[in-house]
């Protein structure tokens, strides 16, 4: 078993440690502080008279804040220690840690206190396989201060580490030389500064302490309110409103602004994502329309203002696309990775026109949907114009950066996840299943968008037309007769590739599927080559390539499992979509914490517990919005014009659930929910 790694959060901005709070480079996780994609340190170690220190508590205060306990040298002498440490770690723009030494003895102590500091300003995309980099390191003992550089051409980043207290500074790190009094305590204030791009850069800088305190209160306070503006849970259920509040928190924890923006947008998730991520982004912003609505209208003005207007390539870019990714780091800035702006990805741009609709159906903000008519109808003409690569009608990718681009641009976005049942790849382009229905989705709620706001009922009667045409065509070319449900996707020949997948979830959530075909899928959905008993697995055991520990072959998303589960009660299937609710919150309440980004797909009566994968970051935007967003589903919250409908289906063991103040053009709304029953009051406006 690998140590516990410890992490603190602002946005894009985070340090990711061992349980003692030392920072070491790991080739196999991403430790270190990292902000826009760099790391500004690689190595922050504290020793005590020349000895490594050990832990005996945490307080991990907030997202932004946490406390380690300490104390030195081996676990045999935590019984008679004459000294003990406190660091006190928080995060922001900038990284803070304030060092406290206490003295139990009853005789003045002396100790030397070490602090050793270095960055490698590796990109995190590169973690693992580390380029040397040389940085210019500039040690100023006088100004209590240490600098490292580093520059590349255009490309510039710089960390500098202040102390309010007196030390030896060097090239590796600062020595404190301390005497304290019996009972006594010394403590030193350290400040990490990052600064982006030349002196003229964006400088993440940390000030005094007053300053750091101020900032700090700051964050609780914007903590405060974001939980506060938010619906308020009331459960019968043990635990779940500490659940609750934890995704919620999370979802606080990952908003960032990128640079050159002015608002807050959802970051993917810790350690890989943690920048914007258009699929990750437009699904966490779905997912909690009923609880944090204002994610939405700053990711969609992100998203329409970096929309592709180009035929590019190298970043898989084409005019309307909606972007995949946007980086940071030193292999985007000089074109090793084409993930400056990437744009390789088939769903983000349907996904585009489904959140616009959807959320002026919560708000009522009819002034956004006209302010980004353009945006949206430029993603509707790329599903037709660059999205049908064969002139059948159907959405398909090929990515056109063959040196390094995605391959698989769908949700399921690794190199193997398309494969039929005995695991053959098909040839590109490749149509897979739930890339029609987000487009048949996207058409049809265009059409409204058009008709009510847009002015262009000509627009509205094509593009109905053009989404009924797509589920005759795709109901009759994807579906297998033989094995009752639908392929997971067609080569570009027309052949389906015959795997039984969780994608036939997104198609009922998406509803292109023909209503006598609904049970079919909902059967295999909570059947038991697909349902593990904690979710619904990516991909159907007795398949060749079937793997519990796969990504996308076998292991459980909470993501995936939230948009199948609110599928599933689009065609009344109320009791599986309770079921694979009830399994979700198991998941989350079980390993408590952030809701991992995946779990295995072994079976729960065989494992009893959710098998965590390394590869599950924690927390993910669109993780902890899943749980938002089953709740939404078991209590059936649905906007009707100006009335929001309660419809529950909650699982058994709930109990009593009430969701007090949801926002919506209805004002604010309290749901009550228990059994099969159910209560709705609107507040006054």
Sequence with gaps: MRQELVHVIAGNAFAISDAQGDIEVDPQAPTGLFAFDTRFLSHWVLRIDGERINALSRDDMTYFETRFFLVPGAASHYVDADVSIIRHRSIHDCFHEKIIVLNHSAQPAEFTVRVEMGSDFTDIAEVGQLRGRTAQITADSAGHQLELRYARERFARKTTVQSTAAADVDEGGMTFSIRIDPGGSWETDLHVSMTIGGEDGRDMRAGLQSHQQAVRRGMSEDLADWLDRAPQLVADRDGLEETYRGSLADLAALRYQPLAFSERVPVGGLPWAMGLCGRDSIIACLQTLAFTPELAPATLRTLAFLQGGQLDDEHDEEPGKILAQLRYGESAAFGDRPNALYYGAADTTPLFVVLLDEYERWSGD??????????????????????????????????????????????????????????????????????????????????????????????ADRLEREAAALKDRFNRDFWLPHQDYYALALDPYGEPVDALSSNIGHLLWSGIVADDRAEAVAEHLVGPRLFSGWGVRTFATGQRTYNPVGSHLGAVWPSDNALIAAGLRKYHFDVQAALLAGGIFDVAQTLGGAVPELIAGHERSLTKYPVQLPSAGRPQSWSSGALLMLLGTMLGLRPIGDNLLVSPAVPQGFGRLELLDIPGRWGHSDAYARDRSAAYRRHPR
């Excluded at 890339?435 to 000509?458: C, H, N, S, T, V």
């Design 366 to 459: 009819a002034d956004l949907v006209r302010e980004l008519r353009h945006p949206a109808r430029m993603a509707l003409d790329w599903i037709d114009e660059y999205g049908d690569l064969t002139g059948d009608g159907y959405v398909r990718y090929q990515r056109r950066n063959e040196r390094n681009g995605t391959i698989n641009q769908c949700w399921k976005n690794s190199a193997d996840a398309i494969v039929d049942a005995h695991g053959r790849q098909p040839a590109f382009p490749r149509a897979t299943c739930e890339l029609q229905g987000y487009a048949y989705d996207a058409k049809r709620r265009g059409a409204r968008l058009a008709r009510e706001f847009w002015g262009d009922p000509a627009y």
